[in-house]
């Protein structure tokens, strides 16, 4: 504060007399007498990447309140009318009524008000007729203040600008508000007023933006009457709650108003700049609505004559800014690889999200016999980053409340003590934001998490691929719940991928995390503890419900919009579905869709008979094996031979040599809901003809106990035409021979 005075003292004593030209860019132009002055702050006296406004410095910022509470910003643009936006207004196409509103006029803090400042009831609230929704523009409002306000140095109009006036591209410009300071996180109490520099943007290069993809897929139509103000970059933005408020840019010592805060993709989101309703091509409308008021709001001539030409220069057309996050030279090392070394326990890896961040599971931190807090000793805790010299200390470590007790949530954030200088490495992970939608098919890899351990040989990073949402939720969901689209957040993520074949066995390493590929991105998209035993696939918790908590925690980590939106040939899979029936181990007949990774029928076994004949039995219990009988008995033979099953690696591998397939495969048909049915087994000899696996119900509920039969209702509905699958008049024929089939108990076999 004093600094600033000195400097105003220092240019006061060394400035020319007051001179002719400072005076005439101050005063009212003589083409247009203006009995109100206008755009000045005193001289003494929801924003993304802001900081708190000084008292006194945006005299015509206002707060529209409904019950006592902020909804939308406002300017004070004459003593009897505030400036806003119509969305603020309009609810289901109806305005609402003037009386439920009150203005705020003269506040920087909501929670205590200061010298000047006082509230007006609104008499009315004008709207363009045309305006429908923001995305249509025209979305301004003028409200008529029943009493006027008392002009002071608290309470000051902006200037408004003429038709004709033009903000040069690239001009600085400041946004101000009460609004969120990021996607859902209010501004904390005291609730100071919030302003941000921004940069206005030429038409075609904001266009040029909003024209690549955004969250939901949305790409979106620049119209007359709206400007973009922000960077290509981000960070610094208008977010909910800031609607209505100003963009004002300074010239020849006045404050203009450019734009009016009116929507955006997200908050400060890369390539994402906010969009304003621009008040110039609304002089006519303004002037029209006030008619009669004196005095009314003041459009003072633009202080420099506007060139003609184009405003905007051409190579800034069309400046894309790319993913600072998730780009790795080589897939076998991950420039946001953290260890956290904490004296006394194996390392604990995490990931790089931000400059000063590393995201870890918060169990390898908690003590299990301590659960009141973690280990005290922080001091003695280092993070090693990739291509960092010396470990980096650790300031702060900020657990998520639920980690004690959900596994989704076992996540802490450490800060280190200095920021890092992000590089090729090291280099934060994209995280996900929560309307993520990562596409069936993604490429993705596991990677080392928490107190893991690399698994031995060249799988150590293990290449995985995403399984269709809807199955993944089916496999382990309930029956009949609905499956969330695209764009909700899902409840578990699977991905297929294969173990190292040698093992046989499942890992025994703790956690794993699940990073999945964009356009050459790389998302921290899951993590999972992997407690799932030996199931196979397992559930990944998704990240992207905790984008907000930790966009919250680090103030500053890279959430990057989704970069890739191509269904491929599948099509597009929007429709909301239901699960299919479960038995209590989860969803029976269920194939991932599209089929990857080897896993095309989970549920065929290879069962290997007296050593030399191989054929297909069908998992239907855990521990079941259903087979044909012909398949596993030799004519005339009674003495059942030594059988082996192999699951889940169901044509997949070649046979080894000297062995015969013994059966064809059985019938499976496909219902209306999705999952598949065991119609029919195979008759000896035939590759057309089938036993109907039907009659056999009653037998096989008794001996498995736990198989799945459909209702009579589920029965298959025939697959789509020019399908081969299920001949009706075989399956279903009356009469047809009735299987003879053996149910094959299952008893793990150990490898060497
Ligand atoms: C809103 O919801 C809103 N980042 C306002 C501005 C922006 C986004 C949303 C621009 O009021």
Redesign the pocket.
């Known amino acids: 504060m004093s600094q600033h005075l000195l400097l105003l003292l220092v240019i006061l004593a060394i400035s020319p007399i007051p001179g002719d030209s400072q005076d005439s860019a101050l005063s009212p132009t003589p083409e247009e007498p203006e009995d109100l002055d206008c755009g000045r702050p005193e001289p003494s006296a929801?924003i993304?990447g802001g900081s708190d406004a000084q008292p006194g410095s945006w005299p015509w910022q206002v707060s529209l309140q409904q019950s006592g509470g902020h909804i939308?910003g406002g300017s004070l643009v004459a003593p009897s009318w505030v400036l806003s936006a119509a969305?603020c207004f309009v609810k289901n196409g109806t305005l609402e009524p003037a009386t439920e509103w009150s203005v705020l006029l003269g506040v920087r803090s909501q929670d205590g008000l200061l010298d000047g400042a006082h509230v007006r009831a609104v008499a009315a609230i004008l709207v363009p007729d045309n305006y429908s929704s923001v995305e249509l523009g025209a979305d301004l409002a003028l409200l008529r203040l029943a009493s006027p306000a008392q002009l002071g140095p608290a309470v000051r109009p902006v200037c408004l600008p003429r038709a004709s006036h033009r903000f040069a591209h690239g001009a600085a410009c400041w946004a101000t508000g009460w609004?969120d300071i990021q996607e859902a996180e209010h501004l904390p109490l005291p609730w100071v007023l919030q302003e941000v520099e921004l940069r206005l943007l030429g038409e075609d290069a904001c266009q040029c933006l909003y024209s690549r993809p955004g969250p939901f897929n949305l790409t979106f139509q620049l119209l007359p009457g709206m400007l973009c103000a922000?960077y290509p970059g981000g960070r610094r933005?208008?977010?909910?709650?800031?609607?209505g408020g100003p963009l004002v840019c300074e010239e020849g010592g006045r404050w203009f108003q450019a734009g009016i805060?009116?929507?955006?993709?997200?908050?400060?989101r890369r390539n994402?700049?906010?969009?304003f309703t621009a008040v110039a091509p609304y002089e006519a409308w303004i002037r029209e609505q006030v008619i009669g008021s004196e005095p009314g709001p003041a459009f003072p001539t633009q202080s420099w004559e506007p060139q003609s030409g184009p405003w905007e220069p051409r190579d800034e057309n069309c400046t894309i800014a790319l993913p600072e996050c998730g780009k790795a030279p080589r897939p076998e090392t991950w420039p946001w690889e953290a260890q956290v070394m904490v004296p006394g326990s194996r390392p604990c890896h995490g990931a790089l999200v931000s400059e000063s961040w590393v995201l870890a599971p918060a169990s390898c931190f908690l003590d299990p016999i301590n659960s009141d807090g973690p280990p005290r000793d922080r001091d003695n805790w280092r993070v090693l980053l990739p291509s960092r010299p010396r470990a980096e200390l650790v300031a702060r470590l900020v657990l998520h409340e639920n980690a004690s007790w959900d596994d989704a949530s076992d996540l802490a954030l450490l800060q280190l003590r200095a920021p890092v200088n992000l590089s090729t490495a090291p280099r934060p992970v994209c995280l996900p934001h929560p309307e993520h939608y990562f596409l069936p098919r993604s490429r993705c890899r596991l990677a080392l998490w928490g107190r893991g351990e690399p698994a031995p040989g060249p799988n150590s990073r293990l290449e995985a691929e995403l399984l269709s949402g809807w199955w993944c939720h089916c496999l382990y969901g309930r029956q009949g719940a609905s499956v969330p689209p695209p764009g909700d957040a899902p409840h578990a993520l699977c991905p297929a991928y294969q173990e190292e074949e040698e093992a046989g066995r499942c890992w025994n390493y703790s956690h794993r995390s699940l990073l999945c590929q964009e356009e050459g991105t790389w998302f921290l998209a899951g993590i999972s503890d992997l407690s799932s035993g030996c199931l196979r696939p397992r559930v990944f918790h998704p990240l992207q419900t905790h984008g907000p908590w930790i966009s919250h925690v680090t103030g500053g980590a890279y959430l990057e919009d989704q970069l890739n939106w191509d269904w491929g040939p599948e099509g597009e899979e929007t429709e909301t579905r239901t699960c299919p029936p479960h038995t209590e181990h989860g969803a029976c007949g269920l194939r991932p869709e599209p089929a990857v990774m080897g896993v095309l029928w989970p549920w065929l076994a290879e069962v290997h008979v007296a050593g030399d004949r191989v054929c297909t039995g069908i998992l239907v219990a855990p521990g079941w094996v259903l087979a044909a009988t012909h398949c596993v008995l030799r004519p005339g033979s009674t003495t059942v031979p030594y059988v082996e099953v192999y699951l889940g690696r169901a044509g997949d591998s070649p046979l080894p040599q000297g062995h015969q397939v013994t059966s064809a495969p059985p019938l499976l048909c496909l219902t209306k809901r999705r999952s598949w049915v065991l119609t029919g087994m195979a008759l000896p000899g035939s590759r057309e003809l089938f036993a109907a696996i039907g009659p056999e119900e009653a037998w096989i509920s008794q001996t498995v106990g736990e198989a799945h039969f459909l209702p009579p209702s589920g029965y298959p509905h025939w697959p789509p035409e020019g399908s081969d699958l299920c001949p009706p008049d075989m399956a279903s024929a009356p009469g047809s021979p009735q299987a003879a089939v053996f149910l094959l108990l299952l008893t793990p076999l150990m490898q060497g």
């Open positions: 929801r993304v939308c969305h609004g922000g933005d208008t977010c909910q709650g800031d609607s805060t009116s929507f955006g993709f997200g908050c400060g994402r700049p906010g969009v």
